[in-house]
Every structure is written in C-alpha cells, then in structure tokens.
C-alpha cells in the first residue's frame, strides 16, 4: 500500500512561487492521467487530464506534463497561492472500464 | 447542479451491523464507484458500475454488497460492519469509460 496523512510527503511554497508537484506511475500501458486535488474534509476534485498521446497540456494556471519514457507525471501551479494548499492526487488508467489508480499524493502548504 | 450527492455524511456504527452508504447523482452518469480512502492505503477501488443492473468489483470488495437499480443510484452495503472498515467513503461517477471521474464530498464511518 501506499502512504498518506502522516507520513505524506510535503512541498512548502511562498506564496506567488511556482510549484511543481512530482508523479511516478506504474503501468507502461496506462493511457490515461489525472491529477486531483483534495482538500481537507473533502473530495478529490479534478484539476487536468491528459492522454498518452500527448506529452503537455495546459489548463488555468496549471499545466501538466507526461513523460512516458520513464513513467513520469508532472503538475505545475503558476503564481501558488494560499487556496491551492491541499493534497494532490495524480491517478493513471491502465484499464478499458475507467478503473484509475492513484498515487500516494502529495501535499502542498503554501505560506504567506 | 446538485452534481454527486453522498448520505450520511457521518455515521457511528457497531460491529455486526448492517450500514448502507447512499450515492446519487443527477447527471446521468453511466458509471459509478465506491472507493474508500485510508491512511497508509490512499484511495482504493471498491466496486464500480457501468450502467443500471451492471456492476463488478474493484481492487477491494470483501465485505461490501453494491446494487445499481437506476442509473442515478448507487448504494453501498457493509453486511456485517468491521473495524477494518473504519474509513472515508467517496461515491464517483463518470460519463463513459475514457471520460473524467467525479467525486462526491465523502461519507465518515466510524465502526466501533
């Protein structure tokens, strides 16, 4: 299994920085990946999405990037700020009913 | 746009007993899940559903009965309440197979 809460790991970011939020997958043959954002006392809420055959996309002040030669997600968030503090989830489909599997999350504190 | 709707919200229950988790969504999602999310195991596929009278099971049903007799319904059964099944319960939908999953706020329960 993997880890969450209390032994999740953290990225501390001023506020205004740029962030970039790390994810390694599993599966060569997923061809599908989101990332969501989950904050505390709620559900996961999906941020961007991109398929295996593109390795960029871009959404409002996020962009995501694949890189499928070594199974590397990425998210970053332009100009953080204090609401985007939360737990991001990156989640790959390696099946044809839509089943995702996350990934252990990461969280992200930003400071004023 | 009431979106994906979870009940109760909070629930206390003992051991041996029988507790239902109720989900509804009103955009006429063809797929449904159960996922539940726990410390040390991140969020983990229960039961899915693709249409109404369809479903199969994820990467953890023991323990758990599901049943889709709408298309908008899709509750969760713990026959016989464990411990081991103290968690957050999140209800999801999506569109289709390849289509974005949406979750809902999540159900707390607590099993003493």
């Known amino acids: 299994g993997e880890s969450v809460g209390l032994h999740l790991p953290t990225l501390s970011v001023q506020e205004g920085d740029n962030s970039i939020i790390n994810c390694a997958y599993s599966n060569s043959a997923s061809d599908y990946f989101i990332w969501y954002k989950q904050e505390s006392g709620k559900g996961p809420q999906f941020i961007i999405d991109?398929?295996?055959?593109?390795d960029k996309r871009q959404g409002q002040r996020v962009t995501v990037l694949l890189n499928k030669t070594v199974k590397h997600l990425s998210l970053q968030i332009a100009a953080t700020q204090p609401g985007d503090s939360a737990v991001y989830f990156c989640?790959?489909?390696?099946?044809?009913?839509?089943?995702?599997?996350f990934g252990a999350g990461t969280r992200l504190a930003v400071h004023p | 746009d009431a979106g994906i709707t979870q009940s109760p919200r909070y629930k206390i229950t003992e051991t041996g007993r029988q507790v239902t988790l109720m989900c509804h969504q009103t955009w006429s999602h063809s797929y449904m899940f159960w996922y539940r999310q726990d410390l040390g195991h991140g969020l983990r596929l229960i039961y899915y559903?693709?249409?109404?009278?369809?479903?199969d099971k994820g990467e953890v049903p023991d323990g758990y009965v599901v049943s889709r007799s709408k298309t908008e319904n899709f509750p969760l059964t713990l026959e016989s309440a464990t411990r081991s099944q103290t968690s957050v319960y999140f209800c999801?939908?999506?569109?289709?197979?390849?289509?974005?999953?949406?979750f809902g706020e999540g159900s707390w329960l607590t099993v003493v």
């Open positions: 991109i398929r295996s055959n593109m």
């Open positions: 559903s693709a249409a109404a009278d369809i479903t």
């Open positions: 989640a790959e489909r390696a099946g044809g009913y839509n089943k995702l599997i």
């Open positions: 999801a939908s999506s569109v289709g197979a390849g289509n974005t999953i949406y």
